[in-house]
């Protein structure tokens, strides 16, 4: 049976990349167009693993993987951060919140793909 991967950014063209490398990759996708879109799919499924941008409008993915470490069919689910963002302060703030790795957009898809081989839940 296919893992599911949950893709949470604003960007469709984004959600589109990340979700042909995942699905050519075996994946099951779920996607979430920003982090209230996305809490509000978390619904009790089964989640392997969540993908999410960190700068989104409504809620942006820091505030989106604290709202996931809070709901208990999710606290364990590994979250990778995948954003522009490349700060150092930004990188700890996510790991704070529970994010497993980060990576920097423009992304190799079979960068992502390993980090995602790595995390994902059984």
């Given amino acids: 049976m296919p893992k599911t991967i949950m893709i949470v950014d604003d960007s469709e063209s ?6 042909m ?12 167009r920003d982090g209230q879109d996305a809490v509000a799919r978390l619904t009790g499924q089964k989640v392997h ?4 941008d960190v700068n ?4 942006d993915g820091i505030s989106f993987v604290k709202a996931v470490k809070q709901m208990p069919a999710y606290k364990f689910t ?3 951060m995948l954003t522009t963002e490349s700060q150092e302060a930004r990188k700890r703030e996510g790991q704070a919140a529970g994010a497993r790795a980060w990576v920097v957009k423009p992304f190799q898809p079979e960068q992502l793909l390993g980090a995602v081989k790595k995390l994902c839940l059984p």
């Fill in 14 to 19: 984004v959600r589109l990349v990340v979700g």
């Fill in 21 to 32: 490398a995942l699905k050519s990759a075996g994946y099951d996708v779920i996607e979430g």
């Fill in 49 to 52: 693993l969540i993908i999410s």
């Fill in 56 to 59: 989104m409008p409504r809620m």
């Fill in 78 to 80: 590994p979250v990778i």
